[in-house]
């Protein structure tokens, strides 16, 4: 495998207080961004989608060949800057419009005609309906739905972050796991920080993200959990803080290739992508610079903080548990000697075999 780093000695440990303060700062200014956007927008913390928080979708069919692009110029010039347009996979003329929930308060049939109407007239500035372009149909997403979503989704990815756990515990020690796991987590509420600070949408094309993201970031840290436990095996002399220090070292230039990899890939989604993919590929962008940092500096110094309080809570009931063996012979000792004679002639008469 090709090496870019061959001889690095690198004490990651050593900076674990910094990583781990940046990790901390990370989380809770997303957290901060949440809290301050649920306190002034009645709506929610997050700038949710069509999927998640309800709306009209407009089934729209165009006679001339068109982009997803130039439908969203379109109707942003008439102010419907916020509409998601999605292409239809098998048939390339026709694209999906959706309008986000009014909250007009009318019965949802008046707000799915209202929907329907301000695509209608948007799309009538390219040319007459049935001419350019015909309306296929008209449904809604009611809140009702688009909550139903939203938890699945939720619990889909909690789902996911136990399977891990169980399965690094078996594979591995539940330490490696439990370490693994909180690293995800940061690497989810981190990427989830981002899309509340800039009020990205958030639909089901980035909670698909968010659930690669969570495989490729414990993947990245199953690679160096493994590498500890290899050397743990070859070098048993050395402490596991050097262990761990040389685990990264050594599988250092496989992340950043590996890794270096996919954050261009995702880059070059993010830049020419356009918008029907651009939420997408940021979250992806983001998750992975990311779990890439933390598999490194997260989920190591937290494994081996664990393993170490582990051994110290064992040689503590070591030592609590010698003094008591001393104390309990020297008392039988103490008994002996102060026996009287006649006690002891009288348990062993001269003569006796």
Do not use: C
Request: charged letters at 20%.
């Amino acid at each position: 495998m090709i090496q870019v780093f061959k001889s690095i000695n690198f004490d990651w440990l050593g900076r674990r207080r910094l990583f781990i303060g940046i990790s901390v700062f990370l989380m809770l200014a997303g957290l901060g961004s949440a809290m301050f956007r649920q306190w002034k927008n009645p709506d929610g913390a997050f700038n949710l989608g069509v999927d998640f928080k309800g709306g009209t979708v407009v089934t729209t069919k165009f006679n001339q060949p068109t982009t997803a692009e130039a439908i969203r110029e379109t109707l942003a010039r008439q102010g419907l800057a916020d509409a998601t347009i999605q292409g239809v996979t098998d048939r390339a003329d026709t694209f999906l419009i959706k309008l986000p929930l009014e909250r007009t308060g009318g019965e949802q049939s008046q707000e799915v005609e209202l929907g329907r109407k301000k695509v209608r007239d948007a799309l009538n500035t390219i040319g007459p309906e049935r001419e350019a372009y015909e309306i296929l149909g008209t449904e809604a997403v009611g809140a009702v739905a688009g909550a139903q979503l939203r938890n699945k989704a939720i619990a889909v990815t909690l789902a996911a972050l136990v399977g891990m756990l169980v399965y690094i515990a078996f594979r591995f020690e539940w330490t490696y796991g439990a370490a693994a796991v909180i690293a995800v987590f940061h690497d989810v509420l981190v990427t989830l920080g981002f899309f509340s600070i800039f009020q990205w949408e958030v639909s089901l094309t980035v909670i698909a993200a968010l659930l690669t993201l969570v495989g490729a970031s414990v993947n990245d840290t199953i690679v160096v959990f493994d590498r500890v436990r290899e050397n743990r095996r070859l070098h048993r002399r050395d402490s596991l803080y050097k262990i761990t220090n040389d685990s990264i070292n050594q599988t250092l230039s496989r992340t950043v290739i590996t890794q270096g990899l996919i954050i261009l890939s995702v880059l070059a989604m993010v830049i020419f992508g356009g918008d029907v993919l651009r939420n997408f590929s940021l979250a992806l962008l983001i998750g992975t610079i990311v779990g890439t940092y933390s598999s490194v500096a997260v989920a190591s110094p937290i494994m081996v903080w664990w393993e170490q309080r582990i051994e110290a809570a064992k040689k503590a009931d070591a030592l609590g548990a010698a003094p008591l063996t001393a104390r309990s012979t020297r008392a039988g000792s103490s008994k002996a000697k102060a026996e009287p004679l006649s006690a002891r002639a009288e348990k062993h008469p001269r003569g006796a075999v």
